[in-house]
């Protein structure tokens, strides 16, 4: 049995491992990824200490971190996350384990449009991660959907990548980061439609178009590539027995615990007010001093 | 007038001067010292994305980082911090600045022993930072007093320069975290003398021995440097109106908000559960973001 079952390996999770390994805890560590949401980010220049740093490097540096102490790391998908009796138990696709406590840093998964053809078109020319696919879409006039940070920042993404590209925002303005917005203003090939609602993805094998809604009619936009950034939804699911919050995020107090004694949390899956690397980093670090003080009953 | 005046530039000021920049408010920076406790400490090896660094050289990233926006920072010393009518007055020992808000983050400074002979010796062999000062001791028998993490971590500072190391820890065991008390019984030279008591610091014109109390009688041990970790105090004594736990902290809730609505705080001087640099850090821009939402009147 372990000490602390650890759920998530980005920014929460990662720095949860490192701490958790520093105070000489037996965890474990499941995730189906690494590096979370900072590895599909472009330009990182908010994690501090690093001025300028691309989401990739920087989860390359946060996995050598981790696995600098030789952490049991396990690539399978949780299914549940319980309490029985006295302890925590993770099931996952493959097996079930079982801990004294569980840290739940799962982080979030992208929001869907929930319009005609997205479900057709996804991964043919539809995609929900601007780092990972804006290459493949060179010289070729594309849309990104969502005028908040992570709409600007696929956006910039695209800007010296594609042919143009068609900002649609729902609102009536951006709402993303000023420093970003000016980046977006200042860009030769990227132009803002405010006030915009995505009707449907069009095709044919490949995305060919959106049907859009603006200034009182429908539009036809001819785009290859449609990049949806609408927002995030919590993976938080697998805990049935946790509270949330009205988006489904799991409530914490300032020590991350949950209202299950022995289940933590950490990260953007909470409802922590912000979510961002830094913040996530940090709060995976209180969450792991909290299990420490939890298994000696010092809280 | 500034929207902002952020008060301390350790992990947490530095932090909330990133994202204020990013954010564009019209802020300011007034601090004592750059880096606060990160400066003063030896290897850090858990703020996640570094597996290891020294104290100087993360004060160093996290300067540049923030002097990368061009910071209108002031080197000065902070006596009040208030509200007045509708905005914060932070007066320094040379004027006084008007903001519509404020950050406090002024961190911690070292908690004294009280006893005989502390004052008289002060930088006359006795000292309150390892990393400042151990050099000075090099084949020098010296004492650490304190057996928490800053004391082991003082300790192993001292682990390849002085003669010999005592180790005074008043409690019947080390608290610090297992990783580095390891490292500490690995040391021939560090030995840790528990359930002890340290009576008075003695000397000629600089420091000879300290008088200790342990096993039930006062014993005599000849040192000529004494390092004091026994602990820290918040620098919350400015903020004469905002609301403060028993130990001094600064009461925040999740939002990083006080009790005086426009006067925020971050890292150690807050009642933040843990104080970490990755923990202060992501506190810092949790503060500026509700800072950005205070001043849109988005909460």
Known sequence: MYDLIIVGAG???????VYAARKRLNFMVITKDIGGQTAWSGDIENYTGYQFITGPDLTAK????????????????VVSIEKRGKHVWVKT???????????????KKSRE???PGEAEFKNRGLTYCATCDAPLF??????VIGGGNSGLDA???????????????????????????????????????????????LGDKFVTGLKIFKDGKEELLPVEGVFVEIGLIPNSGVAKDVEKNEWGEIK?????????????????????????????????????????KYLNKLR
């Open 11 to 17: 920014p929460a999770g990662i720095t949860a491992s």
């Open 62 to 77: 946060f996995e050598e971190h981790m696995r600098r102490y030789n952490v049991d790391l396990r690539e399978e998908e």
């Open 93 to 107: 696709l493959k097996q079930e384990y079982e801990g004294k406590t569980a840290i739940i840093a799962s982080g």
């Open 113 to 115: 449009l929930n319009v």
């Open 138 to 143: 060179a010289g070729k006039p594309v849309a």
């Open 155 to 201: 956006a910039l993404q695209l800007n010296k990548i594609a042919k143009y590209v068609h900002l649609i925002n729902i609102s009536p303005d951006l709402t993303g980061d000023p420093i970003m917005q000016e980046k977006v203003s200042a860009s030769p090939i990227i132009s803002v439609l405010n006030n915009t609602k995505t009707l449907a993805v």
């Open 252 to 292: 914490v107090n300032s020590y991350n615990e949950t209202n299950v004694p022995g289940i933590f949390a950490a990260g953007d899956v909470t409802d922590v007010p912000e979510k961002q690397i830094v913040i996530a980093a940090g709060e995976g670090s209180k969450a792991s001093l909290s299990v420490f």
